[in-house]
Nanobody
């Protein structure tokens, strides 16, 4: 099972980016999916998460600007990021709780995608 993230890049403050992350492999079910950010010199932190039923949580710093969604049929999680700020710069990682068809549970991480917001 692996996660692959796409969509990072360089954007000016106030701009938008859309991140996507696709899970592949021997997947039976995916529970929670989420996006984390690791800014330079800081610990990785939760940005947003979404349950299999569509319930969402957001970090206070992104509420009203970021929207997380998922496509269960495609095993993907998306995050629309609007009104980006320079403090949003960092490597964004997707994460998912995945059950395989062998009934093995794993908390998988994508490879990370760099978002740079210039002021």
């Amino acid at each position: 099972v692996q996660l692959q993230a796409f969509g990072g890049g360089l954007v000016q403050a106030g701009g938008s980016l859309r991140l996507s992350c696709a899970a592949s492999g021997n997947i039976l079910k995916i529970n929670d999916m989420g996006w984390y950010r690791q800014a330079p010199g800081k610990q990785r932190e939760l940005v947003a998460a979404i349950s299999s039923g569509g319930g969402t949580v957001y970090a206070d710093s992104v509420k009203g600007r970021f929207t997380i969604s998922r496509d269960n049929a495609k095993n993907t999680v998306l995050m629309q990021m609007n009104s980006l700020k320079p403090e949003g710069t960092g490597v964004y990682y997707c994460n998912a709780e995945i059950w395989t068809s062998r009934l093995q549970r794993s908390f998988s991480w994508g490879q990370g995608t760099l978002v740079t917001v210039s002021s």
